[in-house]
């Protein structure tokens, strides 16, 4: 069991590198091998994960074999690894999208899993090859091919008017052919579809392709196109179902394009029960009227985002912002359950007033001279593989976990004057004395040093602090 992990002298664990094999230990999921953060290869099988959380932890590692024997299903926390090689066969995984964010992925195993949508692989730069879900093995062009004509000879059998669970009053796009086709070009308003002749333009060598609407929940998915095209359906028109908001379709006729932005005003309401990703939309209007409450994920993807953006007051979910310069003033959501920024850029301060701790991780930003965090509640709150500078203001008093991750820490630098809960700081990069807390009562740990690191506990809270050290040079 896990216990056996925890066994391991802690001193010794950021010592671990190459390969471990952990086959046949209960761990459920990652974050009891947090502390292994330099391994490079992990194999677990039968060790009942039911989870990827805490693998963010492991930034070195290369190739994960997490496959038979485990039941976790979200793939999300691989966001941001460096993986080359994955094996998640056998495993609960029916989406594959959020290996999107692991551009480093070369070689994958989905043997005997349930999906049905495989063209994240083709957005992967460093792709080489895979193990398909029926055991057939395929280089990155030899999958091309095979996805092509698999969605070539796509059988449709059942019309609209005899699927029970197809709403033809609702309102349908049509969605690109194919994840490397820019077939926007291709189409225009009044085209009937039911072949090739759509994007032959493109590829007048392919004689197949496929056509796939979506409803507008599905299209905000993946929010990256200037305009989308509203198609109209005929009920005789032959369908087959992807996902709950997505079809295969025989025939569509292209209507008028509506712009994005024109869309979403639209079609937005007070609350949207879906996850809404922005992907690469490079302009944003002065003005976005978004959800009062979103039910999942609000992802911001490598955007020019607007000067003033108004963001939901609640999101259950995920508040995502990848490559993206956070506008000034930025008023974060009441009540949200995680805030990931993602090498963004901040030129003031954030603001505001959580209902409810939220976690918010800051990965790899860029903060102004001086920037101040906002004194409310936080859950966790953390860094990863950047600099604290002096300008840095954290709130006077924290609650929650506090967390450094290959930090390097200025001269200077000011934490929490108070703190009850935990202090991490694994991997730093510390030239000189770092003053800690000096009230309340708090955990401090520190692990995988390099240079002789300096800190200071002050005497009101000797008594209170627990110090675990681990791996340091003395």
Not at 18 to 34: A, H, P, R, S, T
Not at 92 to 120: N, R
Not at 369 to 391: C, R, Y
Not at 409 to 438: C, D, M, W, Y
Request: proline fraction near 7%; glycine fraction near 4%.
């Amino acid at each position: 069991s896990s216990c056996y992990l925890s066994m391991y002298p802690k001193t010794l664990r950021s010592r671990v590198s190459g390969y471990l094999v952990l086959d046949g230990l209960d761990i459920d999921n990652f974050e009891v091998l947090g502390d292994f953060v330099n391994v490079e290869g992990l194999q677990c099988q039968s060790c009942g994960i039911k989870s990827l959380d805490g693998i963010q932890r492991m930034t070195k590692l290369k190739s994960l074999e997490a496959d038979q024997g485990n039941s976790y299903s979200d793939l999300n926390p691989l966001r941001g690894l460096n993986l080359k090689n994955l094996n998640m066969q056998f495993t609960e995984v029916t989406d594959i999208s959020p290996l999107i964010d692991v551009p480093s992925l070369e070689w994958i195993d989905l043997s005997a899993l349930k999906i049905k949508d495989l063209s994240p692989l083709l957005q992967l730069p460093n792709f080489k090859g895979v193990i398909l879900p029926d055991g057939q093995e395929f280089t990155l062009s030899e999958l091309k091919a095979f996805l092509k004509q698999k969605i070539g000879r796509h059988s449709l059998k059942t019309k609209i008017q005899d699927t029970i669970n197809f709403d033809l009053n609702e309102n349908w796009y049509l969605w690109p052919f194919d994840a490397a086709d820019d077939f926007f070009s291709a189409v225009e308003e009044g085209m009937i579809l039911n072949d090739s002749t759509a994007f032959q333009k493109q590829n007048p060598e392919e004689p197949e392709s496929r056509i796939i609407i979506s409803n507008f929940v599905g299209l905000c998915r993946n929010l990256s196109a200037a305009e989308y095209y509203p198609v109209a359906l005929d009920p005789a028109t032959l369908i087959d179902k992807i996902d709950e908001h997505s079809w295969f379709a025989s025939e569509v006729k292209v209507l008028k394009p509506i712009n994005v932005w024109d869309l979403l005003r639209y079609s937005f309401h007070n609350i949207f029960v879906g996850t809404i990703n922005f992907s690469g939309q490079n302009t944003f209007p002065d003005k976005i009227q978004l959800p009062t409450v979103v039910y999942g994920d609000l992802i911001f993807n490598w955007n020019q985002l607007p000067l003033k953006l108004s963001l939901p007051t609640k999101v259950k979910g995920e508040l995502r912002f990848e490559s993206c310069d956070i506008p000034d003033n930025l008023r974060l959501p009441y009540e949200v359950d995680k805030i990931v920024f993602f090498k963004c850029s901040f030129k003031q301060s954030i603001r505001t007033d959580f209902k409810f701790a939220p976690e918010i991780t800051v990965d790899e930003c860029n903060f102004p001279e001086k920037f101040t965090f906002p004194d409310t509640p936080i859950k966790h709150l953390a860094f990863h593989n950047m600099s604290i500078q002096v300008g840095l203001e954290f709130p006077e008093s924290f609650t929650g976990t506090l967390h450094f991750m290959e930090c390097e820490f200025s001269e200077g630098v000011q934490l929490p004057a108070t703190l009850n809960g935990r202090l991490e700081i694994k991997h730093p990069h510390i030239q000189h004395k770092l003053k800690l807390p000096s009230k309340g009562e708090y955990t401090f740990e520190i692990s995988g040093v390099q240079d002789l690191p300096y800190y200071d506990i002050p005497d009101p809270v000797k008594d209170k602090v627990k110090i675990d050290e681990d791996d340091l040079p003395f």
